[in-house]
């Protein structure tokens, strides 16, 4: 009765304690044979060590330790970009002796009354609720207590396996290279994410030699310290191998990038969205998707993209930062990138073949967009068309405005931007030169072959081209006259 009273206080401190975490990010990745880390390697658009550092803050973690050793500027420079606005600060492991040695590192930077989780920057697809899981079960498995994080696999070849002994308690960690032929059988293995109290973590990574295959100081060896002091050591054994999957070479990440891929692309259609194909879909970022929504083969995503109910998106295109409004239709090899100031499509419009949408580009209800058109930094109202080969840039176009096939916006005098304002109901007619600044007033109607450098008056007619002039009967030169 009392000793379970004491037991549930310790429980309880624990279970309040900060969640501290280290990320081990120094090692080399020498089979990438690339000049970028390895962590700084991108899966899904995103660096790896970004898909470890999301998790750490869905984890809420009062503190985030990164270990970089190799190529530790390029690494820390990479740092604010990935986690701009919660506590990650990085810690030089200088030289790199081993993931124990790795950890050591982070030692003195944690406290003494926190959970410490360590996590692989190279182990991008963990979820937060597995590792929540993992926390739980160090929690439950009483006050100091050690919990490894494992999978079974086909194929354990290259990773610690899982010893346990008579009655099934985990007793130790060996590594592929010291182990004899029957471990090397065993197939449930050590994911590499681990959570141990702080106080235990230092006692036991202070007794770490590296007397082993590769001379290395392995974390992994904390097992056998933790077990010899009788603290309780267990396997949260979780049977989602993707979640615990390494990256050692472009083969494994094109692999994780395909399951991850064919992960969203089921999210997507167990949402009801409609894809032609779930193995021809690449989404790098956020795709949010409406009801009824219908993606054709070959299509990327880019950042935060929004489709409305009943958007079409034609094959091959690539949408990046934008919001496709409800009933909108995106025909094939359309490019929009919204960049830092987004794109709106507004519903019902139809944008492409080949059209290409730039930052800053809203459009309104209806609006049509065709084939070679470019927009950027420019508002179309709803109902103004730009159907064939024409640019608009930073420019105001009015409702229900026809822009002609070759027209466009001179909006850079070689130093500035300009902007040009097109009153609703405005015909532009084709090849049009629109000098910046100047103003079309509504109802207008523009020559073809204008070439328009002062503002225009509504509803009138400007023709801006030399009258043409007719010679009768001129012989054109011939070859055979000298
Ligand atoms: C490690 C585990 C192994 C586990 C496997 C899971 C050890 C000794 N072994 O093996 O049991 O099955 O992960 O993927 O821990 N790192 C440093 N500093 C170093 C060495 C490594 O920061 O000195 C980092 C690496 O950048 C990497 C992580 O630690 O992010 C794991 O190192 P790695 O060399 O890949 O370990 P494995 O041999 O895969
Ligand atoms: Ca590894």
Not at 308 to 316: E, F, L, P
Request: aromatic share 4%; net charge neutral.
């Amino acid at each position: 009765m009392h000793e379970e009273q004491a037991l549930d206080d310790a429980t309880m401190r624990e279970a309040t304690a900060p969640l501290e975490v280290v990320v081990l990010a120094a090692g080399k990745g020498t089979r990438m044979k690339s000049r970028t880390p390895k962590v700084l390697q991108r899966l899904a658009g995103r660096p790896l060590l970004g898909h470890v550092l999301a998790l750490t803050r869905q984890l809420a973690a009062r503190r985030v330790l990164v270990i970089t050793g190799h190529e530790a500027e390029v690494v820390e420079a990479a740092l604010p970009g990935l986690a701009a606005d919660w506590p990650v600060q990085a810690v030089r492991q200088q030289p790199q002796l081993g993931t124990g040695h790795a950890v050591q590192q982070a030692m003195p930077h944690i406290s003494d009354e926190a959970v410490v989780l360590v996590l692989s920057g190279d182990v991008p697809l963990t979820e937060a609720g597995t590792l929540q899981a993992l926390l739980r079960a160090r929690a439950a498995a009483g006050p100091g207590a050690l919990a490894l994080l494992t999978v079974r696999l086909p194929d354990p070849t290259g990773y610690g396996r899982v010893l346990r002994d008579a009655q099934g308690g985990v007793c130790a960690i060996v590594e592929e290279k010291d182990a004899d032929a029957g471990q090397r059988r065993i197939d449930e293995v050590y994911s590499g994410i681990l959570a141990a109290p702080a106080a235990g973590l230092r006692r036991w990574l202070a007794r770490l030699t590296n007397a082993n295959a590769q001379g290395e100081y392995y974390l992994t060896d904390i097992v056998v310290h933790a077990v010899a002091e009788g603290a309780a050591v267990v396997a949260h054994r979780i049977d989602d191998a993707l979640q615990v999957a390494g990256v050692n070479s472009p083969a494994q990440l094109a692999a994780l990038e395909r399951a991850y891929q064919r992960r969203v692309a089921e999210a997507l259609m167990a949402d009801g969205v409609r894809l032609a194909d779930p193995a021809r879909l690449d989404v790098r970022g956020e795709l949010v998707c409406g009801q009824d929504v219908e993606i054709d083969v070959g299509c990327v995503f880019e950042g935060r993209v929004e489709l409305g109910d009943g958007v079409r998106i034609g094959a091959h295109c690539v949408i990046a930062q934008a919001r496709i409004e409800a009933g909108a239709q995106i025909a094939p090899f359309t490019h929009i990138d919204g960049g830092s100031a987004g794109v709106v499509v507004g519903p019902a419009c139809h944008i492409g073949p080949f059209a290409r949408l730039r930052p800053g580009t809203v459009l309104g209800a209806e609006v049509h967009v065709g084939n070679f058109v470019e927009i950027k930094n420019s508002t179309l109202a709803a109902g103004a068309k730009a159907n064939h080969l024409a640019y608009l840039g930073d420019a105001a176009v009015g409702a229900r405005v026809n822009y002609g096939a070759g027209s466009i916006t001179a909006n850079y005098d070689g130093a500035r931007k300009h902007r040009t304002v097109i009153g609703d109901d405005v015909h532009v007619g084709s090849n049009c030169v629109l000098v910046a600044p100047v103003t079309l007033g509504a109802g207008g109607t523009i020559g073809a072959g204008s070439t328009i450098t002062k503002d225009t008056p509504a509803g009138a007619l400007t023709v801006a081209r030399a009258k043409p002039v007719t010679i009768a009967g001129w012989q054109r030169p011939r070859k055979d006259e000298r």
